[in-house]
């Protein structure tokens, strides 16, 4: 009932800047949080940052003070301005939510994820 798909991955040199954005689409009663992941090759995927309804958020160790998360809740948009990329960074990002879909239901859904490729 619930799709979400990430956008705003690609090719950036050590140093600099990427905005991904996740826009959630379909029968959305609330959005209980979101927030990203990401996994690198032969790697665990792993927590980069969420963001509850209301607002409160949580990051990585690794990203903290560089990367922000943010949502567009008019939008059902969240948020990651990366700063300060790291070739550390390189990995195939995720976008997460769990959402309440009716009276009834919660639902945790992924989308398909998006290349972020840092280089030296």
């Known amino acids: 009932q619930v799709e979400l798909v990430e956008s705003g991955g690609g090719l950036v040199q050590a140093g600099g800047s990427l905005r991904l954005s996740c826009a959630a689409s379909g029968s959305i009663f609330r959005i209980n949080a979101m927030g990203w992941y990401r996994q690198a090759p032969g790697k665990q995927r792993e927590l980069v940052a969420t963001i509850t309804g209301g607002g409160s958020t949580n990051y990585a160790d690794s990203v903290k003070g560089r990367f922000t998360i943010s949502r567009d809740n008019a939008k059902n948009t969240v948020y990651l301005q990366m700063n300060s990329l790291k070739p550390e960074d390189t990995a195939v990002y995720y976008c997460?939510?769990?959402?309440?879909?009716?009276?009834?239901?919660?639902?945790?859904?992924w989308g398909q994820g998006t290349q972020v490729t840092v280089s030296s």
């Open positions: 997460n939510g769990e959402f309440r879909i009716n009276v009834f239901q919660q639902r945790v859904y």
